[in-house]
């Protein structure tokens, strides 16, 4: 326990990382101590938006069982600072690790033209739906990564779910690593990166696009 009665396992939970929450678990840390606030681990998790961790440590011991918020509630949103992916941020200097995933070829890439993303906004029945955020692979990109203007940030991995069976196609999901996320942005002509699209409903937003946070 550290300041304020935090623990590792908060510590951990505050940070989204996931990794390292299963192994402090695994080494009988308690999840129900609370600090100086009255919050444990879970509470830390739920606050700051990492709720896979949350539904880690709202499970038993056999995995399967909630023993903290029952399931059939409704989750709260956290936009304040909401996180769909695991940061890693003890990958973010490893050049080796991050030129491996450039070009794997599960990585996702989220295309900018002068800092707006590319979004489709699809037709079905008629009716338009939600606006998306394009994803490209790396082969579609990477004659964009071999220009001097074009700026590359690493934006996390997917968070990985917690089966809660043993099966085999489980463990085999569970030994792979996630896909990984960049965002490149680019100042080449917005026309031609539309081509790029298989979508026909693809476009750069002049405008702030808030739906893009759901």
């Known amino acids: 326990t550290g300041y304020s009665g935090w623990t590792a396992l908060m510590l951990a939970a505050r940070n989204g990382h996931h990794q390292v929450v299963e192994r402090l678990l695994s080494l009988g840390c308690d999840k129900f101590s609370a600090n100086s606030s009255s919050q444990t681990a879970y509470d830390v ?60 070829p599960d990585s996702v890439y989220l295309l900018f033209s002068n800092l707006s993303p590319m979004i489709s906004m699809p037709e079905e029945d008629g009716k338009q739906m939600d606006a998306k955020l394009c994803r490209f692979r790396y082969e579609a990109v990477k004659d964009l990564l071999q220009k001097p203007s074009t700026v590359l940030i690493f934006l996390g991995a997917e968070k990985k779910k917690t089966p809660c069976s043993s099966s085999s196609s489980g463990t085999e999901e569970g030994t792979r690593e996630p896909p990984v996320w960049f965002a490149i942005n680019t100042d080449e002509d917005p026309a031609e990166l539309l081509t790029r699209c298989r979508e026909k409903s693809c476009s750069f937003p002049k405008s702030p696009n808030r739906d893009l946070l759901k």
């Not at 038993?60 to 956290?78: I, M, T, W």
Request: some cysteine; overall charge negative.
């Open 45 to 104: 998790a739920k606050f700051w938006g990492h709720r896979h961790i949350a539904d880690l440590l709202s499970r038993s011991d056999d995995q399967c069982q909630r023993v903290l918020p029952a399931a059939d509630l409704v989750p709260q949103e956290n936009y304040f600072s909401r996180e769909t992916l695991e940061r890693l941020s003890a990958k973010r200097t490893d050049e080796v690790w991050l030129e491996a995933k450039r070009s794997d």
